[in-house]
């Protein structure tokens, strides 16, 4: 019982050959299509990985390339064949090939499912490793004469003005932390000696922001010490300024941003998964159909296409019991776990007598 | 003497078509080119509007999108007149539009280079213009409840963050202008007033810069106030500190841009006038060798193209006459026909002198 059969004409397979090889030419397309975009993303986040902890974040786009490289290779070849199909006596040169062919191919769009996939569930890494990057980055903010971390101040103070954000999960982080290097603080002042003497950590906390989470928008200057204190500066509240500063924190927004590249991303892939899967399917059909065309004899007969011969059940059962012949192949016995030195019963059709036979006795006298 | 003749077979003037086809088409592709290029310039401009005071340097923009759109359609007639160039019963038409059109191609180019010439030479407006913009900008910074100008703040702000600058000349700018808004002083404290007071306008004035100045390369955190005094701020040196803020000028940062902009435009310009060129001589041998192949026997022969039929200077005689001619023809002038009459009068004397034997011999 074959799984959806459908009758093929002459014209009709040479229809279906023709459309396969402009299909399989646009798959090339998207195929560099997919290439470019794990590329891009990989780009993106080698960009901030300053900012990123050390988790395994590339695996994502590796795996698109790696998927794109492959779906040029194999729609290249899908092309060849396809072109060749019109042809019976072209087709003759693949026909060993085809089969192994749609198998491989079929397994690629499993990998090109599990990359889409992997798209989306790459999220929650993601905010793993920002969270604990940015917090890391704001500790070193101050420490620009320390080699490998100088230029941390930079890249906090460019990524909090170009996504408009301040702190890890908001301004209040710079409250927590000593952002201003021990080399610009003035021992020998009392304020600074009280601010240090009062934190358990010696630290010079202050309620205070760089200049980088200043927000353009305000109507007014910004201000960015002494943000808690209404005294300190006139006509000013705290709690309901929200003008002042940017609200938003840092980790949110880049997580936002890559959110939404991934989300387009994931869904191009998608796309691409449904179109493999469509060409797949069209040159299954071509495949049995040109087979069954040459078990018939004749070039020009109309043929059956199928996607399984049997019933979905039935053909699993018959490759398990394949693979596991093949297994088989390569065994000595199961039966005494393939030890050699094991005695086993000789089943050969020559047989030399019984075993215990005593040696005969010469009883010939000289 | 024709200028540059050369001497064309049927087969060199079937591909000097094909050839000139081909060109003709490039050349519309260019002049594409040269619109978007006009149209971008344009939108680069009109983004810094606001610290602009006046729009004289967008007669650049405007003129290449002009020449751009001109240029897609002469080039577009010159690829029809190319497919026809080689039927002699369609080519005759095309005469009186050839001349209008050679007229129009060699404006177009004419205009390229103005707009390479303008681009250089409009740099002084410019500047002129940013500067006047730019002080009013700074002036109205604090302005952000004045309907008309409330986006000021934004806008000077956004424009030194982008172009990493500060002020117009410098960051001492700022320190001439009132930029914080007396709606965010306190009036009644010693400090506001004292300052206040020390002016003679009555102004707010402080050597402090808004947070935009600052430079995110600096090692050390941000110092907006008390810029001036070396003994406000824990080891810092006024006259030697110089990565604490942007030291260039809004003013230098924006014509640098915008000659850069122009001037990396200047050989793609170039190359669209050579082509243009190109075109043009190409399309006149076109016409001339096969007008002259149209005039043969033989159509099937060789004939001659030429860019002049007689040298430069009987050219140009020629044409002084004729238009001479087309403006005497529509003159109905009382001196011209006493001229006339004085004429006839002449040369009726002359006659009579003719006709009467000398006197006296």
Known sequence: ?366 | MALLKMKFSQQRRVRLAQGLWLLSWLAVTCGAFIFCLGVYIKIELLRRDEVMENTEIHVVPNLLMMVGLASIGANWVASRVCQDSLDPSRFPRWNVILLVWFAVATLLCCLLLAVVVLSYALQGRLEESLKVGLRNGIRFYKDTDVPGRCFQKETIDRLQMEFRCCGNNNFKDWFEVQWVSNRYLDFTSQEVKDRIRSNVDGRYLLDGVPFSCCNPVSPRPCLQYQLTDSRAHYNYEYQSEELNLYSRGCRQALTDYYMGLMNSTGPGVLSVILIQVSVILSMRYLQTAVEGAMALEAPEGESEGYILEKGVKETYADIREKVNNLLKFGQVDPASEDAGAEEGEKAAEAMEKAATPPPAS
């Not at chain 1, 402009?22 to 798959?27: K, T």
């Not at chain 1, 060749?84 to 191919?105: A, E, G, H, Q, S």
């Not at chain 1, 059940?313 to 199961?334: F, H, P, V, Y």
Request: glycine share 6%; net charge neutral.
């Open chain 1, 1 to 366: 019982m074959a799984v959806l059969k459908v009758k093929f004409t002459k014209t009709r397979r040479d229809k279906l050959a023709q459309i396969l090889w402009i299909l399989n030419w646009i798959s090339v397309v998207t195929g560099v299509i997919l290439f470019s975009l794990g590329l891009f993303l990989k780009v993106e986040l080698k960009k901030r990985e300053e900012l990123m902890a050390e988790k395994d974040i590339q695996y994502v786009p590796n795996m698109l390339i790696a998927v794109g490289l492959i779906a040029c290779v194999i729609n290249f070849l899908g092309g060849k064949i396809c072109y060749d199909c019109v042809d019976t006596t072209n087709f003759l040169r693949w026909k060993l090939i085809m089969l192994p062919y749609i198998v491989c191919t079929f397994f690629f769009t499993l990998c090109v499912l599990v990359g889409a996939l992997m798209c989306y569930s790459m999220h929650w890494e993601l905010e793993e490793a920002l969270n604990l990057g940015l917090t890391q980055a704001m500790r070193f903010y101050k420490d620009t004469d320390m080699p490998g971390r100088c230029f941390l101040k930079h890249t906090v103070d460019m990524l909090q003005i170009q996504f408009q954000c301040c702190g890890n999960s908001g301004y209040k982080d710079w409250f927590q932390i000593q952002w201003i290097s021990n080399r610009y603080l003035d021992m020998s002042k009392k304020e600074v000696v009280d601010r240090l003497r009062s934190n358990v950590e010696g630290k010079f906390l202050m309620d205070g922001v760089p200049f980088s989470c200043c927000n353009i928008n305000s109507p007014r200057p910004c201000i960015q010490q002494q943000i808690t204190n209404n005294s300190a500066h006139f006509n000013y509240e705290h709690q309901t300024e929200d003008q002042n500063l940017w609200m938003k924190g840092c980790r949110e927004a880049l997580l936002e941003y890559y959110t939404h590249l991934l989300q387009s991303i994931g869904l191009t892939v998608l796309i691409t998964w449904l179109f493999e899967l469509s060409v797949l399917t069209g040159v299954r059909y071509l495949q049995t159909s040109l087979e069954n065309m040459l078990r018939q004899g004749d070039p020009n007969s109309e043929s059956d296409g199928w996607l399984l011969e049997n019933s979905l059940m039935e053909t699993a059962r018959t490759n398990l019991s394949i693979i596991k012949s093949l297994g088989k192949g390569n065994q000595i016995d199961t039966a005494d776990n393939g030890d050699p030195n094991i005695d086993v019963p000789s089943t050969s059709k020559a047989h030399y007598g019984p075993d215990n036979v005593p040696p005969k006795q010469k009883t010939e006298t000289n």
